[in-house]
């Protein structure tokens, strides 16, 4: 090994004993870049530990199994194979992880970090009595170890079982009176048992600990959230809200946990929280981190504050220290995605950029730089990054796939067709979804195109004859039926003047229903601008129901709009356009409740964010058989359907996906709703300020 290459590996070893893991990493990733990976098995020590004090598990798995494979005996490291299966065990490899605990197990029987380790997987894939089984093992040999007792109880409490969870929580407690985490334990055990008082006095307990002991506050919080519990990390600082906390890292970390069950649950009122707890930093009149900037402009976003969001945002970029850590790392790309996700190309692209200043080959930097251009049009740049990710790495799927759709929105299908051959080539378990995707870039996509815009009249036009079918029917025999009475008063000569003037009346409102209901298809079915204008939100979805109410009624589902609050400001929105969302909405909805009855329909509106970035939401579920989980990521796919053969065309959802889009709205599925299918649709609150 040459003289520069040792000194760099002496260098790295140094930052790692004065725990300056972020710039040890950037010389390890600079020489295995150069160099390739280690065969020195110390290297490959220091490697892995590098990269798993930064969160890096993968790339420390990639060590691991290097530092074994150079040399057999090393799988005698008791050491190693802990640090091994610790990272499969963070990055999920629940699996693998487990083998690496039982091969080391078979060398170590009693070794307590092993015992651990391998109850802390078997409880993430939620194999209860091995779990119990493995702790039992471990308390045989060490039953006076604290946390192996902590650790049998929330297992205990884990799998539900909370009247022995007290039990095990006591006893750690008679060892160690003042143990935060039994505390902690115990307390959601009383709490989720219900017995409020105890959980109380448990509470008061925490409270103290938390006014002297933060450190113990957040090993606990932060001992939730590795353990996958962000539901029951937030549950606790619920609790706690009240306490005057004033720790910086620690607020930090109860924002981290909200905006994550955010992110989990999909519901804006976590990204709240989250501000609220980072908020607080800011009134104790502190220089704000760049990453805490970031976070608050991140649930500013969330929340539909574009204005706050822009602020932050803005104002984190500068003020990431350099060299950014790895954690710092994830979060500028993390957020550079968000930007993304919000049509906000033009940030996500310093954000992009931020990562590629202290790594020009950073990989997800150049991803997202790619797709940001691209999606702004910018073509020429957008294969001009792709093409030096490929230079870095030759047969990546990603870039490949992402310079095939950005030639083929170029209109070069030619090179759109090569580069999917050439993924092809490289990746040959892909071979035939790419086959199918090269035969229509292949295929005259002027015809492709006017086919499905027909596809898509013949649709509506479907779908508008089944309407008025449905809603003229009624009206029609109305009109009818007092006719007929009309006639038969004439004949027997019973008719006076007020029985034909309320006769007539009733023939002349049905006659201006049919009317309105032409009309309002006739509106439906033309082509038209879009025209954003101020919308009565509640007002249109009473109206569109309106027209579908008879039909709704025929197949036994009611309809309830009592959650559609006067309250609400009008929406920016394009009023047919709307109506078309609903319609499709509504009909999705009759179909999935075919036969069932006890069919129904609710809407209810509410609003969150804050004038003049203030946004209204409409939550629209039925209790139909719901969306299976498997297709969720599919239902805005053109063409997409379940429906039998002649029953649906699959553009329905297609459509309303593209028309709140057009609004500058978004719609998602409520992945926690189990009691049917729910959408959430979010529009801009009008501005009357302009």
Partial sequence: MVKRTVDAWEHIKVLFREHKYAEAQIKVDKQILEYGLPTEAGLLFTSARVYRENGEFDKAIICWEQFFSVNPENYSRIDALNEMALCYARSYQLDEALRVYEQLLAISPRDKYALFGKSLVLMRQERHEETIEVLHEALSHFPEDTRLINQYAKALQYFGQHEMALEWYSKALAQEPESFFSWSGLFMSLKAMGRQKEAEEALSKLNAFAGRDIRALDRFTRGLLRGDDAEMAAGFLEAISNINITDSAFLRLAGEVFIERGNQSHKVIYYQK???????????????????????????????????ADEYLRKALPSFRRPVRVHERRLIHKTGEQLLNFRKEELAIDYFRELLLDDPNDEYGLDGLARAYRILGKYEKSIETY?????????????????????????????AVETLERIAAAHEEERDELEKRMAFIRSDRIKAEIEQFNQRKLSALGTMTSGISHEMNQPLAIIRWNVSSLLRDIEIKRLNMDQLNETLGKVDYQAKRINEILQTFKELSREHPLILQEIDLGSTVRKTFDMFSNQLKIHNISINLRGLLPSVPTILGDQLRLEQILMNLILNARDALQGKNDGLISCRTYTYGRPPRQWVALS??????????????????????????GRGTGLGLSIVFQYIQDMKGRIELDQTYANGARFILRFRSFDKGG
């Fill in 274 to 308: 989250a501000l609220d707890w980072l908020m607080r930093l800011e009134l104790q009149s502190r220089v704000l981190p760049a990453a805490v900037l970031a976070r608050i402009g991140s649930c500013y976003l969330e929340l539909g504050n574009e204005d706050k």
């Fill in 387 to 415: 093409e030096k990710k490929l230079v870095l790495k030759k047969d990546d799927i990603y870039a490949l796939d992402g310079l095939a759709r950005t030639y083929r929105a170029m209109g070069k299908l030619e090179e």
């Fill in 620 to 645: 629209f579920q039925d209790n139909g058989p719901g969306i299976p989980e498997d297709i969720r990521d599919r239902i805005y796919d053109p063409f997409f359907t379940t429906k039998p053969l």
